[in-house]
T-cell receptor, first 113, second 113 residues
Framework: EDKVVQSPLSLVVHEGDTVTLNCSYE??????LLWYKQEKKAPTFLFML????IEKKSGRLSSILDKKELFSILNITATQTGDSAIYLC?????????????FGQGTILTVHP | DTEVTQTPKHLVMGMTNKKSLKCEQH?????MYWYKQKAKKPPELMFV???????INESVPSRFSPECPNSSLLNLHLHALQPEDSALYLC????????????FGPGTRLTVL
């Protein structure tokens, strides 16, 4: 069974701090790893990574994938209160699970002013 | 435009009611998904439609009945639900099944009394 594990489960920081969120996975027929941010309702797409070692970056957020060690990290620098959310890692697989995303349990990030 | 819309935003129903959830996207995506998300848990895949045909059913009870009347619309018909079915129901779409970047709608918060 495909498995995605995120750590830490929750994190409390102050504005300006840098945070690192972790995602490890065990998936048959790995295709891609995605990061989403979920505030009140809909998860919003952040990054998709398919190749190892390539960093995806958008403003203060960046992510990298290590396909050999089966993990990814999401970095947020100079955090702001608007970064407070649940960050979800999901893995896309092939084979009989083609098109299915398996989500980790999420990291709850709270940024205090 | 990466918008997926869902109606209604909230729904309260009794166990004997029949109701429907609706999802719409105008991005030309050919794959659409239903997810169920319980409080403090990650989204769990229920169904995948590809080119208006049911592609994946994750062993969902028959009291949930999906329908894809055209490439832009996805419905979820509900009948004889149980209180444990109360959850946030998320719709998502992607360009094709297996193109893993899925865009989510805001969800319908369902309460079954």
């Amino acid at each position: 069974e495909d498995k995605v594990v995120q750590s830490p489960l929750s994190l409390v920081v102050h504005e300006g701090d840098t945070v690192t969120l972790n995602c490890s996975y065990e998936v048959t027929n790995f295709r891609s790893l995605l990061w989403y941010k979920q505030e009140k309702k809909a998860p919003t797409f952040l990054f998709m990574l398919t190749s190892s070692g390539i960093e995806k970056k958008s403003g203060r957020l960046s992510s990298i994938l290590d396909k050999k060690e089966l993990f990814s990290i999401l970095n947020i620098t100079a955090t702001q209160t608007g970064d407070s959310a649940i960050y979800l890692c999901a893995v896309g697989a092939g084979g009989t699970s083609y098109g299915k995303l398996t989500f980790g349990q999420g990291t709850i990030l709270t940024v205090h002013p | 435009d990466t918008e997926v819309t869902q109606t209604p935003k909230h729904l309260v129903m009794g166990m004997t009611n029949k109701k429907s959830l609706k999802c719409e996207q105008h991005m030309g995506h050919r794959a659409m998904y239903w997810y169920k998300q319980k409080a403090k848990k990650p989204p769990e895949l229920m169904f995948v439609y590809s080119y208006e045909k049911l592609s994946i059913n994750e062993s969902v009870p028959s009291r949930f009945s999906p329908e894809c009347p055209n490439s832009s619309l996805l419905n979820l018909h509900l009948h004889a639900l149980q209180p444990e079915d109360s959850a946030l129901y998320l719709c998502a779409s992607s360009q094709e099944q297996g193109m893993d970047t899925q865009y989510f709608g805001p969800g319908t918060r369902l309460t079954v009394l």
